[in-house]
């Protein structure tokens, strides 16, 4: 089954609190794509490779990644 993020989200939103029974197709859907992610080698060696980049960046700098991305503000 293929699923759009958004079907869960708005299942979840239409069902309020009953969305633990109405929803179980949309997060059983949304559970198999994740476990389809965490399982595939080329996607992990990307993120590593992702995450090594930012730390290797970090240990130069001294500056998350968090805040060297953020605009700096302009004084005017």
Do not use: H, W
Not at 41 to 47: G, I, L, M, R
Not at 54 to 70: H, M, V
């Amino acid at each position: 089954m293929a699923l759009d993020p958004a079907d869960f989200t708005k299942c979840c939103q239409d069902s309020g609190v009953l969305m633990v029974i109405k929803c179980r197709k949309e997060n059983s859907a949304l559970k198999e794509c994740l476990t389809a992610y965490y399982t595939d080698p080329a996607f992990y060696e990307e993120c590593k490779m992702e995450y090594l980049k930012e730390r290797e960046e970090f240990r130069r700098t001294g500056i998350p990644a968090k805040k060297r991305l953020q605009k700096l503000p302009t004084s005017m």
